[in-house]
């Protein structure tokens, strides 16, 4: 981890465990039990490594959206299109009139 992220809180860490609990899905399927794994347990693990690259994607896109909203980048874009909006109405308008 590096110095500039934070770890989740656990309040949040600790809903989504009991989410995946309540949600039934078996996680230890994803991974393989013995240490030389066939041809269809090679193909599960790569599916593992795959979903694991994925899911570092996904947090890594929740963080810069968390940043960018507790920033207040975002607010200011829904002001800055609320203000082109108004002037586009009134530009509309002023051409039907």
Do not use: C, W
């Amino acid at each position: 981890m590096t110095s500039k992220s934070k770890p989740l809180p656990l309040h949040d860490t600790l809903r989504d465990l009991a989410l995946l609990r309540a949600s039934s899905v078996d996680l230890s399927g994803l991974i393989a039990d013995d240490t030389t794994p066939s041809q269809s347990e090679s193909r599960g693990v790569e599916g593992v490594d795959e979903s694991t690259t994925q899911s570092y994607a996904f947090v890594k896109e929740a963080r810069t959206a968390l940043r960018m909203h507790n920033s207040g980048e975002a607010q200011k874009q829904a002001t800055r299109i609320e203000q082109v909006q108004e002037e586009l109405a009134d530009v509309l308008r002023s051409l039907s009139d």
